[in-house]
C-alpha cells in the first residue's frame, strides 16, 4: 500500500434503526425505521482531519460510530487500510480496536467515576497488552500532548473531582494513549464552558499538527471544523450535501443547506453564541424521507426536478463536492 492511500475508505454506507411499532403499524404489518444515514461515501487519509457538520438528528454521531466499528452498517463498507472492518478475524479486529479510537462529548461517558484518573488512562494500555513498563511514559507523552501540568495533582483523583476542561483533556489523552491512527472525536467541546473551549480547540490542532493522524472531528456547528478541520462535510437528513476544504465550504458555501448553517455562524468568534438557523422549519422526520432532495421543502432555491430527482454528489471543481440541482 502507498503512502498516499487512503486509510479510511467509506463506501455508500447506510444505517437504519427499527422504530417501535404502533398499533395501527402492528395491524398493517409495518415495520417503521428510520434512515439515520443514507449512502455515504467518502475517503480519509493520514494526516487529514475531516470535520462532519450538520443540525442534531441528522445522523453525525451514527457515522461516527460506524467508522469505528461501535455498530456495524446496514448496508455499504467502511475500510481500514483496505480491510473491510465488518469482515475482520479476531486478531486484527484487536489491533484495529488499538489504532482507531473514540473521544466521547461527556466525559462521564469515557472515565468510569469509580477509577482514579490513573487506572483510567491505564486500563487502554492493560487492554492492549502493552507492557507494564511503558505505561509511565505513554500516559506522561498523552498528558504532555494535551498540556496537563503536574499530573501528581490529579492521578490519584476521581473524575468528579475535576473540572470539565482537565477532565476533556484526560479524555482525550485517554484515546491518544494507545498512539492510534486514527480518532474520531464526537462533539469535543460542546459540553464545555467557553472559557475552557478555546484552551481544548488548540489541543485539537497541535494534536493534528505533531501526530499526522487522521480524524473526525462532529460538531452541529461550524465554529470547531472552522478552527480544526483542512476538510469538512455537511450532513443533511443522513446524506452528505457538501464536501471540500473547510475555507472554501465556509467562505464560499455552495449547498443552500451549508450556506444557512454558515449564516449561523456570523462571527469567526468560537465563544460567540449561534442565531437559530436562517431556514424555515426543522429536520423532517427521517422515517419518511422527502421524495427527492430531502432538503427540498425548506430550500429557498427548490424547483420542480428537487420533488423528482435525487441529487447526486458530484465534484465540482477538485476536492470539492455538492449534491444540488440548483446550484451545481
Ligand atoms: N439506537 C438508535 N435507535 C433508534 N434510532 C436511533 C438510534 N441512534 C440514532 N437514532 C436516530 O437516528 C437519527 C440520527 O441520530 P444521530 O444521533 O446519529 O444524530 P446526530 O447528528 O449525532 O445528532 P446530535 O447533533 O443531536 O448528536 C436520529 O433520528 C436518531 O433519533
Ligand atoms: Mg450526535
Redesign the pocket.
Known amino acids: 500500500m502507498t503512502a498516499d492511500a487512503p486509510l479510511i475508505e467509506v463506501d455508500s454506507v447506510s444505517r437504519s434503526?427499527?422504530?417501535s411499532r404502533s398499533a395501527a403499524d402492528i395491524l398493517r404489518g409495518r415495520r417503521p425505521q428510520?434512515h439515520?444515514?443514507t449512502d455515504v461515501d467518502f475517503t480519509l487519509r493520514r494526516g487529514e482531519t475531516l470535520g462532519i457538520v450538520?443540525?442534531?438528528?441528522?445522523?453525525?454521531?451514527?457515522?461516527g460510530r460506524m467508522l469505528i466499528k461501535l455498530i456495524p452498517p446496514t448496508s455499504g463498507t467502511v475500510r481500514f487500510q483496505g480491510a473491510d472492518i465488518g469482515e475482520m478475524d479476531r486478531q486484527a479486529e484487536l489491533a484495529f480496536r488499538r489504532r482507531a479510537q473514540l473521544v466521547f462529548q461527556n466525559p462521564f461517558d469515557a472515565l468510569n467515576p469509580h477509577f482514579t484518573i490513573l487506572r483510567s488512562l491505564q486500563e487502554p494500555l492493560r487492554n492492549a497488552r502493552v507492557p507494564a513498563a511503558e505505561h509511565e511514559e505513554r500516559i506522561a507523552e498523552a498528558l504532555r500532548m494535551v498540556h496537563l501540568a503536574a499530573p501528581e495533582h490529579f492521578l490519584m483523583s476521581f473524575p468528579h473531582q475535576l473540572s470539565g476542561g482537565q477532565l476533556q483533556r484526560v479524555v482525550l489523552a485517554r484515546a491518544l494513549v494507545l498512539r492510534p491512527d486514527f480518532i474520531v472525536a464526537?462533539?469535543p467541546v460542546s459540553m464545555l464552558d467557553v472559557s475552557v473551549r478555546a484552551g481544548i480547540l488548540n489541543v485539537l490542532r497541535e494534536v493534528r499538527d505533531r501526530l499526522g493522524l487522521a480524524a473526525v472531528y462532529?460538531s452541529?456547528d461550524l465554529s470547531l471544523v472552522r478552527y480544526v478541520c483542512a476538510r469538512t462535510i455537511t450532513?443533511y437528513l443522513?446524506t452528505v450535501v457538501e464536501d471540500g476544504p473547510t475555507r472554501d465550504l465556509i467562505e464560499s458555501p455552495l449547498h443552500p443547506y451549508t450556506r444557512a448553517l454558515v449564516q449561523a455562524v456570523p462571527v469567526p468568534d468560537v465563544n460567540q453564541s449561534h442565531d437559530p438557523l436562517p431556514i424555515k422549519g426543522g429536520l423532517p422526520d427521517?422515517r419518511n424521507p422527502p421524495s427527492g432532495c430531502r432538503f427540498r421543502d425548506r430550500c429557498p432555491l427548490a424547483e420542480a426536478r428537487c420533488a423528482a430527482e435525487v441529487p447526486r454528489l458530484r465534484e465540482v471543481s477538485p476536492g470539492r463536492r455538492v449534491a444540488c440541482h440548483v446550484v451545481a
Open positions: 434503526f427499527d422504530v428510520i439515520a444515514v450538520g443540525e442534531s438528528g441528522c445522523g453525525k454521531t451514527t457515522l464526537d462533539e462532529i452541529h450532513m443522513g427521517a
